[in-house]
């Protein structure tokens, strides 16, 4: 019954009356054909092609296609879950190197570490593969070089990529037929073995944090943040990936489940994602991160400097700091097994080191302190604040803009099952119309305008659309003091929070708490840089600490070593873990006190 | 409508707080919970807003910021952008984003400048398929559209189209029911339109031709759901008045008077001054006598009694011959001139000179009259005849001072209040 007021939809361009009883009341039956309803005489037309841009109860008569007669049954090819994968970050390393990445990412380091992964999570070049449930399965060594003579009935990219997953089915002698519909064999299986086992299979966030592994192994300047911005605004595929399947591999069922994403990841998951892929993975010790490559805080602070109008002199105390902290050392930035493969937070980390730095410089609670500047040579804490805090809002702002209009759903039918696959069709075409006639009424189209990708968010000088006036040429003077010959900063306190760690097992972070605590100079700088990282304030208030216990030397916290700078800790709440044990650093801190 | 969309962000605002800090909790030690849908890359977590989810919240609050502000451009831009939340297949209540987006979108498209009917048209029908408890609805909101805009024939398919859906169990639904019957309802009046369309512009006395019968059927078609829709309680005056007219032209009187007479007196109706008015202007237009108009405005004057009518009602008793009218009349007229609308009334108060002067005729009318006035005497003269009133009536209407001065007396003889220009005496 619903359906003979549906058929109107798919019948009502079509208005001649039937050759048998001359009504007009055409119905469409299952196989779609037209047939009149009050004599039941079929016809030959056939509602095959249903043309999106038909408006039902507009008066213009559509031509709908003699479809054929019967829907093609098409012979798609067995395919795993893996091969899928296989594909997709194929694609998003081409689109890195479309954006300026170095080639090698793909055929050398992406290409290899993929191998690395399917063999260690068992899926292929094994003995003993996870998913066989087919007929022949065929084992292999784990060397790498006989991927090379076998030649399963690999998919998608057959360009000189000739990995192949060994669950395929051997080529002659299976007798099982493949079954008339596509969609991926293991689908199923794959999706429980993901609940019970722990995890190592991959998902759609693993394969940023494969690539991410991939980025720092050739040591390229993107950090995750810059990944995952070009994430979000689409340069590199994630959102609608499965997109890009060649059209053998099609999706169906289950498949969703497992390529379908609404969400970008954040930072911190898929750090930890990253993480755990490199204890899996077990690879040999990276290149090492020197002082010359651009992931070293000496290099990337000179980027996150330039892009928040920082002056350049400001440069000099960060590498002071970080030798001072013990942070210039490559081994500390480099990936090995010997530290148990912890991967810096690169960005993060430079960003701590950079507001360590302006403490340092401009006074612990960062307040600019008297001297009106009227050569306007010398920088001045106040007008960078202005001028960042406009812009800071302005991106905020524009952020919020893109977010809500950003698309999230992809042109191809994604349903789960095939009792809902016509729901959806339905819903999916609802949703165009109402789109395509809002975006001719405002004569904008939905989603976000693609600008050029760009490692910057802020643009400082004077041409049109830049966010203010450039500050990278002043000097500092009007901070710093010859004391001993020496230029040292004129604020000789410098305050911080409680530094001991917290019992990782226990408790995270007591930023929430603390902050209103915190000088609000310091919080904003937490926030500004958490903005230009999408990072959360706390993790980076985290890493802040971090650091300044490496100056500072209280890695142990009950051993205080002397330093150059006096410090003054402010006794205040204490963190209150939600441990039961004494906090011994508390009474530290007090000796600490009547040290001074 | 609002009230649907502050409950919406409301309820995503609790759902902001809970992700402070990180995306594990902070007690690390806690049970996992078990995931309740596996979306990729989202194993384990915590139930937490998705991209999609966040993007389309804030969509909306964009387009409420804007509708609230009058931003048709921008609201109109973020529409564009709203439509993937149809696709959510993660919400329980898809009727509800239905809904929204309907009436968002009819509400731009009311206000945007660039708003063509073909918008109109394709987001009604796009919408009317889209949800099985909203259709009715929309499909009269369309044709009222339609209707405005002077497609009177396209209105009257839409609803012909949706007098005939049928959905299990829903099209029986009390609510769907009440829909039906309002449908019906404007249906046939569109086919009274048409009929008076028709009847205006082709109608021939040749009896045999075809425009004629065309006409007939439109009021065969009108009549047939009128009779059924005028039976049930409400309050139907466009429908009344577009049946009595076509019953009068096809000159079944009886008809149209039974019709009118159940509407005016029948019990289970809602009170309605206009039954009765339309059942006296027939009566009038039929040249009913004299006895059964007054019958009829009196159940008016007890409903409202400044109406305008009451002029010709008091007239009518004034002309009838019984004592009993007169004096009824005067109580009318008495009644009618404490309403603001009837007070500085020149007509009014020359008809109760008229009143009073036929009453003068009986001995007794002083009686009458202190009868008549004993429940007013407090407050009338106050209302009417203080210097103040005289003032103003001099202004504005120097006849009425002369007819109520002659009045004072009559209606108020111990009356200390002066109607004349003098000071406010005691």
Redesign the interface.
């Known amino acids: 019954m619903f359906e003979a007021n549906m058929d109107e939809e798919w019948t009502a361009g079509y208005r001649e009356p039937c050759v048998q009883c001359s009504a007009v009341d055409w119905g469409v039956s299952d196989e779609g054909r037209f047939y009149c309803r009050s004599c039941h005489n079929v016809i030959e037309r056939t509602r095959e092609v249903v043309d999106p841009t038909f408006t039902p109860g507009s008066s213009r008569v559509s031509t709908i296609g003699k479809g054929s007669r019967t829907k093609k049954t098409e012979r798609g090819h067995q395919w795993n879950i893996c091969e899928g994968f296989q594909f997709i970050l194929k694609k998003q390393a081409e689109a890195l190197i479309r954006l300026g990445v170095s080639p090698r990412l793909k055929d050398e380091v992406l290409c290899e570490l993929w191998r690395l992964y399917l063999q260690k999570s068992g899926q292929a070049f094994t003995d003993r593969p996870l998913t066989s449930f087919r007929v022949n399965v065929r084992g292999l060594d784990s060397d790498s070089e006989s991927a090379a003579e076998f030649s399963g009935r690999s998919v998608s990219d057959t360009d000189g990529e000739t990995v192949a997953s060994s669950t395929v089915l051997s080529n002659a002698g299976s007798s099982v037929d493949p079954p008339p519909c596509s969609g991926s064999s293991d689908a199923v299986s794959y999706l429980t073995a993901q609940q019970l086992r722990s995890s190592s299979l991959m998902t759609m966030r693993k394969t940023l944090a494969l690539i991410h592994i991939a980025l720092v192994w050739i040591r390229e300047a993107l950090t995750l943040s810059d990944l995952l911005r070009l994430v979000n605004e689409g340069h590199v595929p994630y959102v609608n990936a499965f997109e890009e399947l060649p059209d053998e591999m099609k999706l169906e069922g289950k498949d969703h489940l497992i390529f379908k994403v609404e969400t970008i990841p954040s930072h911190e998951s898929v750090h930890k994602e990253a993480q755990a892929l490199l204890h899996v993975l077990q690879l040999p010790p990276f290149p090492p991160i020197s002082c010359q490559s651009l992931l070293h805080p000496a290099l990337l602070s000179l980027r996150y400097l330039t892009e928040l109008n920082l002056p350049d002199e400001l440069h000099l105390w960060v590498c002071r700091l970080m030798e001072q902290a013990g942070l210039e050392d490559q081994t500390v930035h480099t990936v090995d097994p010997l530290t148990l493969y912890v991967l810096p937070r690169y960005g993060v980390q430079t960003a701590a080191l950079i507001v360590v730095t302006m403490k340092a410089v401009f006074g612990g609670v960062l307040r600019q302190t008297g001297e009106q500047d009227d050569s306007g040579n010398l920088f001045n804490l106040r007008r960078w604040y202005k001028l960042l805090q406009a812009a800071l809002i302005r991106a905020q702002q524009n952020k919020e803009h893109d977010t809500a209009r950003k698309q999230w759903r992809s042109k191809r039918d994604v349903s789960t099952s095939r009792n809902r696959k016509w729901v959806a069709v339905k819903k999916k075409r609802t949703a165009e119309q109402v789109q395509i006639c809002f975006e001719r009424l405002s004569s904008r189209p939905a989603g976000v305008e693609r600008i050029g990708p760009s490692s910057f968010r802020f643009c400082w000088g004077d041409e049109d659309g830049a966010d203010g006036p450039g500050l990278h040429h002043l000097t500092l003077d009007g901070v710093l003091t010859l004391k001993h010959g020496v230029l040292t900063p004129s604020h000789s306190t410098y305050w911080h929070p409680a530094l001991q760690q917290c019992n990782y097992w226990r408790c995270r972070s007591h930023y929430l708490k603390l902050e209103p605590t915190l000088p609000r100079m310091f919080v904003w700088l937490l926030k500004l840089f958490s903005f230009l990282l999408d990072v959360k304030p706390a993790s980076l208030y985290e890493e802040v600490l971090r650091v300044e216990r490496r100056v500072f030397g209280s890695r142990t916290p009950w051993r205080k070593t002397k330093t150059e700078t006096k410090t003054e800790t402010k006794t205040k709440t204490k963190c209150r873990p939600k441990t039961k044990t004494k906090t011994r650093p508390e009474t530290e801190t007090k000796t600490a006190k009547t040290d001074r | 409508m609002m009230d649907d969309l502050e409950r919406e962000l409301g309820r995503f605002e609790d759902l902001k707080h809970e992700d ?5 909790n ?4 806690s049970k996992r919970t078990k ?1 309740r ?8 977590k915590t139930p937490r807003e ?6 389309t919240r ?2 909306l ?2 387009i409420r910021e804007a509708l609230l502000h009058h931003r048709w ?1 921008e609201a ?6 709203y ?5 959510d ?2 919400t329980s209540q ?1 009727e509800q984003y239905t809904e929204l ?1 309907w009436r968002l ?1 009819t509400e ?2 009311h206000q ?1 400048p ?2 063509k009917l ?2 109109y ?7 009317k ?2 949800g ?1 408890r909203h259709y009715l609805m929309i499909c009269l909101e369309h044709s009222f559209h339609l209707l405005l805009n002077g497609h009177i024939e396209n209105a009257k398919n839409q609803l012909s ?1 949706a007098e005939s ?4 169990k829903e099209s029986g639904h009390v609510r769907q029911q009440q829909i039906v019957k309002l449908i019906q309802a404007y249906r046939s009046l569109l086919d009274y339109m048409i009929w008076c369309d028709k009847r205006f512009t082709h109608f021939d006395t040749d009896p045999s031709s075809i425009s004629n019968a065309d006409m007939h059927n439109y009021f065969r078609q009108a009549s047939v759901n009128l009779k059924e829709i005028l039976r049930n309680p409400g309050v139907w005056d466009p429908f009344i008045l577009s049946y009595v007219e076509m019953l009068d032209f096809y000159e079944d009187y009886e008809e149209a008077l039974n019709v009118l007479k159940n509407y005016a007196y029948d019990n289970t109706f809602p009170p309605n001054p206009n039954a009765h008015v339309y059942l006296y202007q027939y009566l009038k237009r039929h040249e009913a006598p004299e006895r059964k108009l007054i019958k009829v405005l009196k159940i008016l004057q007890v409903l409202v009694p400044s109406h305008e009518l009451m002029l010709e009602y008091s007239s009518l008793l004034l002309q009838s011959e019984r004592k009993k009218d007169t004096q009824k009349a005067l109580e009318v007229v008495l009644e009618m001139l404490a309403f603001a609308c009837w007070k500085s009334n020149l007509d009014a108060w020359k008809r109760l000179k008229d009143i009073i002067e036929k009453l003068q005729l009986e001995k007794n009318w002083k009686d009458v009259v202190s009868d008549k006035m004993a429940e007013r005497k407090n407050w009338w003269p106050a209302l009417h005849f203080t210097s103040f009133h005289f003032r103003t009536d001099s202004e504005e209407n120097p006849e009425l001072v002369e007819v109520k001065a002659s009045l004072t007396k009559i209606l108020c003889p111990d009356l200390t209040m002066k109607y004349s220009a003098g000071q406010e005496s005691a």
């Not at chain 2, 109109?76 to 952008?81: I, T």
């Not at chain 2, 439509?83 to 696709?87: A, C, G, H, N, V």
């Not at chain 2, 048209?121 to 919408?127: A, C, G, P, Q, T």
């Open positions: 402070d800090f990180s995306d594990d902070s007690t690390r030690g995931p849908r596996m979306d990729a890359g989202e194993s384990y998705t991209g999609f989810h966040q993007s804030i969509c609050e964009h451009q109109a831009e973020y529409m564009a952008c439509p993937q939340k149809l696709e297949t993660a898809s987006v979108s731009i498209l945007h660039n708003s073909d918008d048209n394709s987001i009604y029908e796009r919408m398929h889209s099985i189209a859906w049928r959905y299990g």
